[in-house]
């Protein structure tokens, strides 16, 4: 079937629906690394006018990849719910974006129909969004997730404490930690990055942060975001983990190259939910980015963003606890400079709140893409203003194992005294009988380890 239109005086046509939606991206280097992008404006303009006339049914019926050649598209199709599809099945993509965008709308309304919606759907309307509709839509995707604490409630600015090490010293972890404890962060999860993928180091580093945990009595999960199968090796010997990580493709193919499958995901749920240390059940944390099934060359000439969105709609099949992209990570080929990676997160926030994933972001850079701290913090307000479930917690914001820039401690505490948020309420009453938070806000003690370090002295 082809999709055309009459657009500036010229007939302008597309050969599948999977190249309307790749033209009706906004520009992204690594879509025209791939060779999908739009080649002028005028014909990116007529793909998003096609695009808006596109009704969800069709979305679902034209999926990027074929259900008979890939388990995530057959597992997200199955798990549409024929109640929700029936109410909206005939809406366009136009129509769906009124509706998220109307202020009689509420974050009850998005979620009975999302329910419906599968991730071309999500991708479509987001193509057809400005800055301002992506905050302002997001908003009112509230999406909750609970484990020891609880993300995503309003009023709430989650934050991970991320103390990655480049040896994986103990030590030098711990006090990254504590360190960050002292600011408000860690509500989300302590997580760390390992420099060594094997089950012993695995098990080493979760029993020293869950050592942590229990000594300061800490409402709080850990995690170490090895292979999933490396973590499940050492939970099954006995390691204490409170989530269980891993990242994730939009395609069956994309995920091999990450030596995943769905059948695989679903035992580390089932392990999760019998041996973590998680109190409120939802055990899998998703890592994902705009651009990562190009480097494995398993985007079957699909955009980006429409890739990623599929992620959100695999993801949510698992129930996460918490899910986020590291939205400038990836590099420049696939984000080139601060707007891009800017409108990538602000992308991948709404597309994940939409499709009802506990959706948190990696507002970051690295040092060879052409961006720097102030479109950093430039995209972390504007994520906090569309109700981010939580950010990065990184010492100084530069990660020294990963050498990437990311969110501060300082940057997350900032953000929820701007916004006037606070931490999950299991952790904002910890801090304030801890006294380092009064009222929602932090007190004198704040920032100083060796405090946390003599709490934890006292409670030992």
């Not at 509420?106 to 905050?135: F, H």
């Not at 499940?232 to 994730?248: R, T, Y």
């Not at 606070?422 to 009064?438: F, H, I, N, T, V």
Request: net charge negative; aromatic share 6%.
């Amino acid at each position: 079937m082809a999709y055309k239109c009459k657009l500036g005086g010229r007939h302008i046509q597309f050969e599948s629906l999977k190249q309307v939606l790749s033209k009706a991206n906004e520009t992204k280097s690594g879509d025209a690394l791939a060779g999908v992008s739009a080649q002028s404006e005028l014909e990116r303009v007529a793909a998003k006018q096609i695009l808006s006339d596109i009704t969800i049914k069709e979305l679902r019926d034209h999926p990027i990849v074929a259900a008979e050649e890939d388990e995530v598209t057959r597992a997200v199709d199955e798990s549409i719910d024929p109640v929700s599809f029936d109410r909206i099945k005939s809406w366009t993509v136009s129509e769906l974006r009124e509706f998220l965008l109307s202020g009689q709308t509420s974050s009850d309304d998005v979620g009975k129909i999302r329910a419906g919606l599968t991730g071309e759907a999500a991708a479509a309307v987001t193509k057809l969004m400005s800055t301002i509709d992506l905050v302002k839509a997001a908003k009112k995707c509230t999406v909750i997730s609970c484990a020891n604490t609880t993300l995503g409630l309003p009023g709430v600015l989650g934050s991970r404490l991320q103390p990655n090490h480049p040896s994986d010293s103990v030590t030098g972890i711990i006090d990254s930690i504590l360190d960050g404890i002292s600011y408000g962060i860690g509500d989300a999860v302590i997580g760390i990055n390992p420099v060594y993928d094997s089950a012993e180091s695995v098990a080493r580093l979760l029993e020293a942060t869950h050592r942590v945990i229990q000594e300061l009595e800490l409402p709080a999960q850990n995690c170490i975001l090895s292979h999933v199968t490396t973590q499940m090796m050492a939970i099954e010997k006995g390691a204490p983990a409170g989530l269980i990580f891993q990242s994730i493709a939009g395609t069956e193919k994309g995920n091999k190259a990450f030596g995943i499958d769905m059948k695989m995901l679903a035992e580390a749920k089932e392990l999760g939910e019998k041996l973590c240390h998680n109190n409120g059940g939802s055990v899998m944390y998703f890592e994902t980015g705009q651009g990562s099934e190009l480097s494995s060359y398993s985007h079957y000439d699909a955009d980006q963003l429409t890739l990623e969105a599929r992620c959100y709609a695999l993801a949510r099949l698992f129930k996460p606890f918490m899910v986020n992209d590291v939205c400038g990570f990836i590099g420049p080929e696939y984000l080139a400079d601060g707007r891009q990676m800017i409108r990538a997160g602000l992308e991948d926030h709404f597309m994940g709140k939409l499709l009802g994933v506990p959706m948190g972001i990696d507002a970051c850079y690295t040092n060879h893409m052409d961006a720097d701290q102030n479109d950093l913090e430039n995209l972390a307000v504007l994520l906090t203003a569309a109700g981010v479930n939580y950010f990065m917690g990184v010492p100084m914001g530069d990660d020294v194992m990963l050498s990437y820039q990311s969110t501060s401690f300082h940057d997350v505490a900032s953000l929820r005294e701007l916004f006037s948020l606070r931490p999950s309420p299991e952790y904002e009453k910890w801090l304030e009988q801890a006294g380092l938070m009064d009222n929602g806000k932090l007190t004198e003690q704040a920032g100083d380890r060796s405090y946390v370090a003599r709490l934890r002295k006292a409670k030992v």
